[in-house]
């Protein structure tokens, strides 16, 4: 029986359901992204478990080896994110995306906006403020070595925590920095006996602008202007090279300017209060995707030495000034100090991340596990003003009837597990987010745009990613919203080819269409290798996750012959995959128009594929492993080459770098491929393998997260693990089993469904199974079912250091495969074979397959 439903009182949910009581707690709304969890009442203190997980988070871990993360000030999905600009001396250069490397000790600015754990060449970066202990002699743009208006820093003088961000200069200037969901707060404290600055450069976006404006009012002490860039993977490709948004701030101080001024581009202004300009890089501005050098515009102000610390409270808005200033006035008016914003951040991060509590293990574990959780939690941003209001991705003014609008989502990474576990943790949120793809998607013309950047389409990468997410945050409890509605909007992008997938626009990293070339893949039931996708093989795999993913919200809907037919089109894989592909055996591979296989096939070949190799996309049948070990020619078959997928010839584990044949567990393509050892029968290879690469490739040291962060998608996967269990199939809510990293593991849900964990022998560092009991019953499946996501419940593990080879190896045990509807296959016969590799060249042919499949379903 599952765990009796224990509700919990939190103001942040009153305020939800009870809108006439939003009064009596708006003065508690400040930090967070809706009224008013930051100043909650915690959960009740529970023996052996952390009461404050803020002090395990470390976010400067991730900030080197690619990681790409940011250590500023910011709250849960805030729209705010207060972090430094680093610089390796090339002003028109982020020293990574994110604004922050490790090895990058030189800080140009502090700015506003931010994307945890990019690529590309960043993004966003908005607004920075450098606070210069001297008085502007030239124009900052001028500098385009950042040898002036930059300072070192070293990290023993840095401290960065949930919330907080301060560092000392080695100017003498410290800069003290926090956050509420759409403000910032600083303290900036000069040498007594220097001149006190500050700059702030409006033009200066990572990836540029198109124009800014500043306007410096000394009478009232405030600064004000904004920003119009974008230019997301610009460099990549013109379809990039375009502003898609506006961010507007108005800045308050606490101290008289003594002096101020603007410059623009070589041109310094003293006195001058208002000035506009840009930096180039955009489409017909030069700088192929990157700023200009020596262009750019902004403002500085000057003010007394010695007089203390300059504070400052900073509003934005993507909508206009006047909502930058009524967010600034509705979550840090006067009266609150920096140390009550501070307080009140902390305490945000304390509510979310002790949704996750555990007991055990040591402070390295402790402290990875929570800055991944932290890091999980930082995507996608309210984009909405305090007051609803937004700009949507059509650019007209927008006014949301949820708790917050939510923009900044990066599809093709957060589908697999991100977003699940958010929604897990916050199905509330999860809603919200859902509805938000649906609503932009609406403003957008019926597209939904696979990697938005705040409100807009960048159309990065491939596949069809809103689907899986949509499903995936159903089927974790995040049902408050408009399921139809959705479900007709992606229903008609997977049918009616729109002129967007027709072009060739962007293509192939931005093609501009939601499925690329959809007519050719309707005709020929696979993506043939020269289209408007990215990948043709890869496209196939990626539409028939999202296929499958739709078939999921069908028949949430109760649309049963939609469900139907999408989970048909869910099967389209074998059309790629190759039995013959290589004398090692069969593989997914590109196929031309004609059916025929592309020449030259290895399978470390990238041709056909994205950010991967034909090795690695192999497995990414996520709903039907099954099927897939059935084409490769059983389990036994498909054991061994997991094997060798994650092993060396040596023995050793191969988890990142060691070729295209190998695993890269540092990019999304492969981070379920463990969990497919327990649908091979070997539950206990997966255990081992999931621990092995957490302690390989996770750490608590700048390089401890492995590649890029990817919006948080990769440090779920590490939550994930760490707590035993995995989302393999996205847009379903079965979980399939590792182990548990702590002995006891608390996972408190809104609504009472709790999860309850505990792991006899995880102390002694111990990753197999040897029984378990799921809600007091014993369970020889390694796997959970729907259902306990959706009850909650409690697990009791026992652990050892060595191996059970049986439990959980029954092929009746394996997690389902799924092939057409609800029907799964668990043994591994699979579909008759014979088909897979001809080519479906014609209308006749296709036909026959699919009479063949419907003939011959697998057991």
């Known amino acids: 029986m599952p765990s009796p439903v224990r509700p919990r009182l939190r103001v942040v949910r009153l305020t939800h359901v009870m809108p006439l009581m939003l009064a009596a707690v708006v003065t508690l709304a400040f930090a967070g992204v809706v009224p008013a969890h930051p100043e909650s009442p915690q959960p009740p203190s529970r023996p052996g478990l952390l009461d404050d997980p803020t002090r395990y988070v470390d976010p400067l871990i991730g900030t080197r080896n690619g990681g790409n993360v940011f250590p500023g000030a910011v709250t849960p999905f805030g729209m705010l994110s207060w972090s430094p600009e680093n610089t390796r001396g090339d002003a028109t250069r982020t020293a990574a995306p994110g604004g922050y490397h490790y090895d990058a000790a030189r800080i140009r600015g502090f700015s506003l906006t931010h994307m945890s754990g990019t690529g590309c060449a960043g993004g966003s970066g908005d607004i920075p403020f450098f606070p210069y202990a001297g008085q502007v002699a030239s124009s900052p743009a001028s500098d385009t070595g950042d040898t ?95 502003a898609y948004y506006t961010l507007h701030f108005t800045a308050r101080f606490d101290r008289a300017f003594k002096a101020a001024g603007t410059w623009r581009d070589g041109r310094l202004d003293p006195g001058s209060l208002a000035v506009s300009g840009g930096t180039g890089g955009f489409a017909g501005s030069g700088g192929a995707g990157r700023p200009v050098a020596g262009k750019g515009a902004g403002g500085y102000v000057e003010f007394a030495p010695g007089a203390g610390p300059v504070n400052v409270k900073v509003g934005i808005s993507y909508v206009g000034r006047a909502g930058a200033e009524a967010n600034l006035a509705a979550e840090n008016p006067p009266y609150r100090g920096f140390g009550d914003v501070r307080e009140a951040a902390r305490r945000a991060w304390r509510e979310d991340l002790s949704a996750v509590r555990v007991g055990g293990g040591t402070d390295a574990e402790r402290t990875t596990f929570y800055t ?54 916050q199905p509330r949120t999860g809603s919200d987010i859902a509805q938000s793809l649906y609503e932009l998607a609406r403003q957008n013309g019926g597209i939904w745009d696979r990697w938005l950047h705040g409100a807009a389409g960048t159309h990065v990468m491939n596949g069809d990613p809103s689907t899986v997410a949509l499903a995936g945050i159903h089927a974790f409890g995040g049902t408050d919203f408009d399921l139809r509605g959705a479900l007709d909007s992606l229903v008609r992008a997977a049918t009616v080819p729109t002129p967007q997938d027709l072009s060739a626009a962007g293509r192939p990293v931005l093609s501009v269409g939601q499925r690329p070339s959809l007519d050719r893949y309707l005709r020929h039931h696979y993506m043939p290798s020269v289209s408007n996708a990215w990948g043709g093989a890869a496209e196939t795999l990626e539409m028939s996750g999202a296929d499958f993913a739709l078939s999921r919200l069908a028949a949430a809907a109760g649309e049963r012959d939609t469900a139907a037919e999408f989970a048909r089109r869910a099967q389209w894989w074998q059309n790629n995959f190759d039995s013959a592909a290589h004398p090692t055996g069969g593989y997914i591979a590109d196929r031309e128009a004609d059916g025929s296989w592309v020449s030259g096939f290895t399978p470390d070949t990238g041709n056909g594929f994205v950010e991967g190799t034909a090795a690695q996309y192999t497995w990414m049948v996520p709903h039907n492993p099954a099927g897939l070990f059935a084409a490769m020619g059983g389990r036994g078959v498909a054991l061994d080459r997991l094997d060798a997928f994650f092993h060396a010839a040596d023995g050793s584990w191969a988890f990142t770098g060691s070729g295209g044949e190998k695993s890269e567990l540092a990019n999304e393509p492969s981070i379920n491929v463990p969990y497919l050892y327990v649908y091979a029968g070997a539950p206990y290879r997966t255990q081992e393998t999931v621990r092995a690469a957490m302690r390989q490739l996770w750490s608590t040291r700048p390089d401890g997260i492995p590649g890029n962060d990817d919006l948080g998608a990769m440090s779920a996967w590490y939550v994930f693990s760490a707590l035993g269990m995995y989302p393999q199939v996205p847009s379903r809510a079965e979980l399939v089993l590792a182990s548990p990293l702590f002995p006891r593991i608390e996972i408190d849900r809104p609504d009472g469904n709790d999860i309850s964990v505990r792991a006899d022998g995880a102390a002694a560092g111990s990753p197999y199974i040897r029984s378990l009991r799921v809600d007091g019953r014993v369970s020889e499946r390694p796997w959970l079912p729907a259902s306990f996501v959706r009850d909650g419940g409690r697990l009791d593990y026992t652990l050892a250091g060595a191996p059970d080879r049986g439990w959980g190896a029954d092929p009746d045990a394996a997690p389902p495969s799924f092939r057409e509807g609800e029907r799964s296959c668990r043994d591994g016969v699979g579909p008759t074979t014979a088909h897979i590799g001809d080519p479906l060249n014609n209308a006749a042919s296709q036909s026959s397959w699919r009479r063949t499949w419907t003939a011959s379903p697998p057991s």
């Not at 200069?169 to 926090?178: H, K, Q, R, W």
């Not at 990572?206 to 009012?217: H, K, N, R, Y």
């Not at 995507?379 to 927008?398: E, K, L």
């Open 372 to 425: 991944a959780l932290y890091h999980s939690l930082l995507h996608p941003n309210v984009i909405s003003d305090a007051d609803g209001r937004y700009r949507g991705a059509d650019g007209q003014v927008h006014r949301t009837r949820r708790r917050a609008q939510y923009g900044t989502f990066s599809g093709w990474d957060v589908y697999r597990d991100q977003l699940q576990l958010l929604t897990l943790l």
């Open 148 to 242: 002036v208006y930059a300072a070192d820093f070293d990290h023993a003088d840095e401290t960065a925590e949930p919330g907080h961000y301060r560092v000392t200069l080695a100017s003498g200037v410290t800069a003290d920095l926090t956050a509420t969901a759409r403000t910032g707060a600083a303290r900036f404290t000069y040498p007594a006996d220097r001149p006190a600055s500050l700059l702030i450069r409006t033009a200066n976006s990572e990836v540029g602008s198109t124009d800014s404006t500043v306007e410096i009012d000394p009478a009232t002490r405030t600064v004000s202007g904004s920003v119009t860039s974008g230019n997301f993977c610009g460099h990549l490709d013109p379809e990039g090279r375009r």
